[in-house]
């Protein structure tokens, strides 16, 4: 069971970093994003402002590693910091305009990067990948909600 489970972690391991760094491959200006970066960007995906907390959540990472990714894109001048107008105590975090340009490009890159794969792939193997992956979803979905 245990050699099973570590090998299943580092395959997602390996699809992400391969995945991630072919978007990264270029000139567009993410390049220089440090993986823990692109975590971040990414969970700016559709929003961008977030406080401390709901960050590290839609990053999936606990609040003090999100602490230092925001240190490095603050300093890269990807994001910044205020208090929140109606709860001083709670830290929000925002794009500035670099930031959000890193994530268009970012968010640009990484849908033509899933299209290309896709389109290479013959009818069976797109079937059978949707497939696949809709039975690791299923899967997933069905132990997490046993275990809650």
Do not use: W
């Not at 395959?11 to 000139?27: E, H, N, P, S, V």
Request: hydrophobic share 40%.
């Amino acid at each position: 069971m245990e050699k099973e489970l570590l090998e299943y972690l580092q395959l997602l391991r390996d699809f992400g970093r391969i995945y991630t760094q072919r978007i990264m491959d270029d000139d567009s200006g993410v390049a220089d994003l440090k993986q823990s970066q692109v975590k971040a960007i990414y969970a700016f995906r559709d929003q961008d402002n977030f406080s401390m907390k709901e960050l590290a959540e839609r990053a999936g990472v606990k609040l003090p590693n999100m602490t230092m990714m925001i240190d490095e894109m603050e300093r890269a001048g990807m994001v910044n910091r205020m208090r929140d107008n109606h709860d001083r105590r709670k830290v929000v975090v925002g794009l500035t305009s670099k930031g959000r340009k890193v994530r268009d490009i970012f968010l640009e890159r990484r849908q033509s990067f899933a299209k290309e794969m896709f389109v290479k792939l013959k009818r069976e193997d797109k079937e059978e990948l949707l497939s696949s992956l809709a039975s690791v979803c299923r899967i997933l979905d069905k132990t997490l909600l046993e275990k809650g």
